[in-house]
DNA sequence: GTCAAATAATACGGCGCCGAAACGAACGGT
DNA sequence: ACCGTTCGTTTCGGCGCCGTATTATTTGAC
């Protein structure tokens, strides 16, 4: 039963935290912010081959949702000087602040459930 | 700094929950996760109207979203017979375990974090 | 210098969701 | 019986993401 409420209470973090992003978040898929706090989280280099690698996802999808964040300013690129060929993803200092935001939210919902 | 810390855990939890899905869920959007849950979590009866304020989004959007979660079979729909206009959202059997399995996934991440 | 391998980006056709507007069915007061 | 209101759905054009296949650039081995 105590398994019960606990499975509970995450339901209702992650139904409030949506909740949440519907009506203030820029909506991101599953898999852009999967990429995106992987970037924040992960130590750098991050690259497009790495991090499709590290998700299990083609490098098409890596690309693309580079290209939507990045118009959303949330990342950045920059090619590598070493190889030319790999591209490192920068964080951003909006990138970092949406980041941190999102954090607040959760933490905040997550302060309000029953302990 | 230990505010800091957890908004890191939150940030963790919510990255390593969302891998999660993205490898084993059926990709649900921000705002169907919402509706979903809130038919799961919220007590019944659950309308068109009622959902759409709720979630403060327009009425054609829980359509298409019980549309789509109809043919996974997550939801039915069922005449209001007392009033014909209305139409009242129920739970199904494969629904109720796709959310119970989400709690899963949840709440199994959240005990890998550090306290 | 040449060629195979590696990397990221792009092209293509398809599918799903969006917002706004229009629609049809059902209700309720008069 | 009418008529305004409520409720859910449908339609429309548009946009974003998908997977697969292809392309362009760069590298490193020979």
Redesign the pocket.
């Known amino acids: 039963m105590s398994v019960e409420l606990r499975a509970f209470q995450s339901l209702k973090l992650w139904h409030d935290v949506h909740l949440d992003l519907v009506h203030h978040g820029g909506?991101?898929?599953?898999?852009?912010i999967a990429i995106l706090l992987t970037i924040y989280l992960e130590p750098p280099p991050h690259?497009?081959?790495?991090?499709?690698r590290k998700l299990r996802?083609?490098?098409?999808?890596?690309?693309?949702?580079?290209?939507?964040?990045g118009?959303l300013d949330l990342v950045a690129?920059r090619?590598?000087?070493?190889?030319?060929?790999?591209?490192?993803i920068q964080r951003t200092v909006a990138g970092a602040l949406a980041v941190e935001r999102l954090g607040d939210v959760i933490t905040a919902h997550a302060k309000e459930l029953p302990r």
Chains 1, 2 share one sequence.
Request: glycine content about 2%; charged content about 40%; proline content about 3%.
């Open positions: 909506d991101l898929s599953s898999r852009q690259t497009v081959r790495g991090l499709a996802v083609t490098k098409p999808v890596i690309t693309r949702a580079l290209d939507t964040m118009k690129r090619r590598d000087e070493a190889d030319r060929r790999n591209v490192v």
